[in-house]
Nanobody, 125 residues
Framework: QVQLVESGGGLVQAGGSLRLSCAASGRSFSSYNMGWFRQAPGKEREFVAAISWTGGTNYEDSVKGRFTIARDNAKNTVYLQMNSLKPDDTAVYYC???????????????????WGQGTQVTVSS
C-alpha cells in the first residue's frame, strides 16, 4: 500500500511561482513512476507531468517550459515546481504513483494505482 500526501498549494498572482510536494510512504519509492494531475471545476482530471523511476520526464504541452517535476528518493518525495503561473492553472493538483516499473511514465489516469488527496492551487489575474 502506498500513501501520498500533497502540500504546497495556495493562492498566487499570475506570473508567480509555487512548489508542490508529494510525500510517499513505502520502502520502494525509488522504483515508482510518479505523476501530477490536476482537476479544475467542471472539468476532467488531466495529466500535468510525470517522472519515471529512471528519471525520465513527460509534460503536458501547456506547462512545458513553466513546470518542472523532480524527485528526491532519499526523502520519498516528488516535487512540481510551477513558474509563470496563469489563471488557467487554477485547479486541485493530485499526486499519483505507479508501482509497475513501466519504462515510460504514463500520461493516463488509469496508469496510476495510488492517489493523494489533492492540494488547491489558485492563480489570480
Amino acid at each position: 500500500q502506498v500513501q501520498l500526501v500533497e502540500s504546497g498549494g495556495g493562492l498566487v498572482q499570475a506570473g508567480g511561482s509555487l512548489r508542490l510536494s508529494c510525500a510517499a510512504s513505502g520502502r520502494s519509492f525509488s522504483s515508482y513512476n510518479m505523476g501530477w494531475f490536476r482537476q479544475a471545476p467542471g472539468k476532467e482530471r488531466e495529466f500535468v507531468a510525470a517522472i519515471s523511476w529512471t528519471g525520465g520526464t513527460n509534460y503536458e504541452d501547456s506547462v512545458k517550459g513553466r513546470f518542472t517535476i523532480a524527485r528526491d528518493n532519499a526523502k520519498n518525495t516528488v516535487y512540481l515546481q510551477m513558474n509563470s503561473l496563469k489563471p488557467d492553472d487554477t485547479a486541485v493538483y493530485y499526486c499519483a504513483a505507479d508501482v509497475t516499473r513501466r519504462t515510460v511514465p504514463s500520461i493516463r489516469k488509469g496508469g496510476y494505482g495510488y492517489w493523494g488527496q489533492g492540494t488547491q492551487v489558485t492563480v489570480s489575474s
